[in-house]
């Protein structure tokens, strides 16, 4: 005999989670599977564990600056350490995850699940009837197509290393390899980074990509540019010979792939059940989150549309309430304005449109941008500058856009982006009474366009 739910979700990462809970407080009968543990990538292996590594490698800089506010401090780095209570964290998370299941009344379910139907899920040889089914099955980090490919790790590892190598290459300099370069030469690692383009950040502004480059090369990141990894051999001391397909050859003790994550929808049972995938294995959905199946829908990174955490659990949220809620109100997947951070040293964060963007939809653009030494860095030392940039509609004053590179950049972001969110204009930000001193003043400071 089958068990029949309301509602099968597939994935107990950020989205899947969120999507099962609510569904369940509608008053929903609920069953989630997932294969490994609770919390996904962000979780286990993304975000969370990636922000503990991030703040450990920032001491290493604030020691040398603090010598200059008159501390005299010595101190060593144990990796093992850092590992051991990252590893507890990660186990608390991954217990609340599971206990907001079952408070909700959730049917919690170790294993994988697949589609045998458009409304049958099996899961440990056990079929269940459901009526909507959730795909949220996340994503994966991805190896190129070369000799010795295998001989690297991803970010997946990079979070369970025995021990931290000497010299580390990492390729790809998308946020995650931007991330982890800041991260392991915070630690003391020496850090090469290889990427096929000029600059880093593909997609975001010309003036973010540029200063976040400048800055990686600054704290003594080795540039491989303009050139990819076209082989990979080991050596017999462990360390491994790359060659570059520009004819460099160079030699290092670790490799880490950051380039680019494919939705983990194989073997799931989605194109026998009529669903229908994209180029890149992703599944297909409309504004609301529905495949082609009426009865099956997918959030987050196995759609491949905005990989970030707050999206999928907006989105898992969305499904559930436009599925099982009462208000009648349908709640479609529009994301037009989403603040993103890349943490490296000093972070980066931006919102809204980017200046190649804005010229293309407004004929009439305001470009504020301001590049300045922050008062911190005025005693410490420090060769490192924060710059600011404001996209302004010039026929209505509207803010299109706010990027920003420098320390406390992502909280600066996080409440400008609400200002964009309610229509703000240039006119507001100038009203504001600056808050002195403190870097985020310079918002209300930047009064004259610059010239393009």
């Given at each position: 005999?089958?068990?029949?739910?309301?509602?099968?979700?597939?994935?107990?990462?950020?989205?899947?989670?969120?999507?099962?809970?609510?569904?369940?407080?509608?008053?929903?009968?609920?069953?989630?599977?997932?294969?490994?543990?609770?919390?996904?990538?962000?979780?286990?292996?993304?975000?969370?564990?990636?922000?503990?590594?991030?703040?450990?490698?920032?001491?290493?800089?604030?020691?040398?600056?603090a010598k200059r506010y008159g501390w005299d401090i010595r101190g060593?780095?144990?990796?093992?350490?850092?590992?051991?209570?990252?590893?507890?964290?990660?186990?608390?998370?991954?217990?609340?995850?599971?206990?907001?299941?079952?408070?909700?009344?959730?049917?919690?379910?170790?294993?994988?699940?697949?589609?045998?139907?458009?409304?049958?899920?099996?899961?440990?040889?056990?079929?269940?009837?459901?009526?909507?089914?959730?795909?949220?099955?996340?994503?994966?980090?991805?190896?190129?197509?070369?000799?010795?490919?295998?001989?690297?790790?991803?970010?997946?590892?990079?979070?369970?290393?025995?021990?931290?190598?000497?010299?580390?290459?990492?390729?790809?300099?998308?946020?995650?390899?931007?991330?982890?370069?800041?991260?392991?030469?915070?630690?003391?690692?020496?850090?090469?980074?290889?990427?096929?383009?000029?600059?880093?950040?593909?997609?975001?502004?010309?003036?973010?990509?540029?200063?976040?480059?400048?800055?990686?090369?600054?704290?003594?990141?080795?540039?491989?540019?303009?050139?990819?990894?076209?082989?990979?051999?080991?050596?017999?001391?462990?360390?491994?010979?790359?060659?570059?397909?520009?004819?460099?050859?160079?030699?290092?003790?670790?490799?880490?792939?950051?380039?680019?994550?494919?939705?983990?929808?194989?073997?799931?049972?989605?194109?026998?059940?009529?669903?229908?995938?994209?180029?890149?294995?992703?599944?297909?959905?409309?504004?609301?989150?529905?495949?082609?199946?009426?009865?099956?829908?997918?959030?987050?990174?196995?759609?491949?549309?905005?990989?970030?955490?707050?999206?999928?659990?907006?989105?898992?949220?969305?499904?559930?309430?436009?599925?099982?809620?009462?208000?009648?109100?349908?709640?479609?997947?529009?994301?037009?304005?989403?603040?993103?951070?890349?943490?490296?040293?000093?972070?980066?964060?931006?919102?809204?449109?980017?200046?190649?963007?804005?010229?293309?939809?407004?004929?009439?653009?305001?470009?504020?941008?301001?590049?300045?030494?922050?008062?911190?860095?005025?005693?410490?030392?420090?060769?490192?500058?924060?710059?600011?940039?404001?996209?302004?509609?010039?026929?209505?004053?509207?803010?299109?856009?706010?990027?920003?590179?420098?320390?406390?950049?992502?909280?600066?972001?996080?409440?400008?982006?609400?200002?964009?969110?309610?229509?703000?204009?240039?006119?507001?930000?100038?009203?504001?009474?600056?808050?002195?001193?403190?870097?985020?003043?310079?918002?209300?400071?930047?009064?004259?366009?610059?010239?393009?």
């Open positions: 005999m089958s068990k029949s739910v309301d509602f099968f979700v597939i994935g107990g990462g950020s989205g899947g989670v969120r999507a099962a809970r609510i569904a369940a407080q509608h008053g929903a009968s609920v069953a989630v599977a997932e294969e490994s543990r609770y919390g996904g990538t962000c979780v286990i292996r993304g975000c969370i564990p990636k922000k503990f590594f991030v703040y450990a490698s920032e001491f290493s800089h604030a020691m040398e600056d060593s780095f144990d990796w093992q350490t850092l590992l051991t209570n990252k590893d507890e964290r990660i186990d608390r998370l991954n217990g609340i995850y599971i206990n907001m299941l079952k408070k909700a009344g959730v049917e919690i379910l170790d294993g994988r699940a697949t589609l045998r139907s458009a409304n049958e899920v099996v899961v440990n040889g056990e079929v269940y009837q459901a009526k909507h089914i959730l795909i949220a099955t996340g994503g994966r980090p991805v190896r190129p197509d070369i000799p010795g490919a295998e001989l690297g790790i991803t970010s997946n590892e990079a979070f369970h290393l025995e021990s931290l190598p000497k010299r580390i290459t990492i390729v790809g300099a998308g946020y995650i390899g931007l991330e982890f370069s800041s991260i392991f030469q915070g630690l003391g690692v020496e850090v090469s980074l290889v990427h096929h383009r000029k600059e880093a950040l593909r997609g975001f502004d010309d003036d973010i990509r540029h200063q976040v480059t400048e800055n990686i090369r600054k704290n003594g990141v080795k540039l491989i540019f303009e050139t990819e990894i076209a082989e990979i051999t080991k050596n017999s001391d462990g360390s491994f010979d790359f060659t570059c397909r520009n004819g460099g050859k160079h030699n290092t003790d670790l490799i880490m792939w950051a380039t680019g994550r494919r939705p983990n929808t194989e073997n799931l049972g989605l194109a026998e059940a009529g669903v229908t995938l994209g180029k890149r294995g992703e599944v297909c959905i409309d504004s609301f989150g529905k495949t082609d199946v009426d009865s099956i829908y997918a959030v987050g990174d196995c759609t491949d549309r905005l990989q970030l955490t707050p999206i999928a659990i907006r989105e898992g949220q969305a499904v559930a309430d436009n599925l099982f809620g009462k208000s009648g109100n349908k709640v479609c997947f529009d994301h037009p304005i989403v603040p993103t951070a890349i943490f490296t040293q000093p972070e980066a964060a931006t919102v809204g449109l980017t200046e190649a963007q804005a010229k293309e939809s407004h004929a009439n653009l305001h470009v504020y941008l301001s590049t300045f030494k922050p008062l911190f860095h005025s005693m410490s030392g420090r060769d490192e500058e924060v710059m600011m940039k404001l996209l302004v509609d010039a026929t209505n004053d509207k803010v299109l856009g706010f990027h920003m590179v420098g320390k406390g950049a992502a909280d600066v972001v996080q409440t400008v982006a609400i200002a964009i969110g309610m229509g703000a204009t240039k006119a507001d930000f100038l009203r504001t009474i600056p808050l002195h001193p403190c870097t985020a003043e310079e918002l209300v400071f930047m009064r004259t366009p610059i010239e393009r």
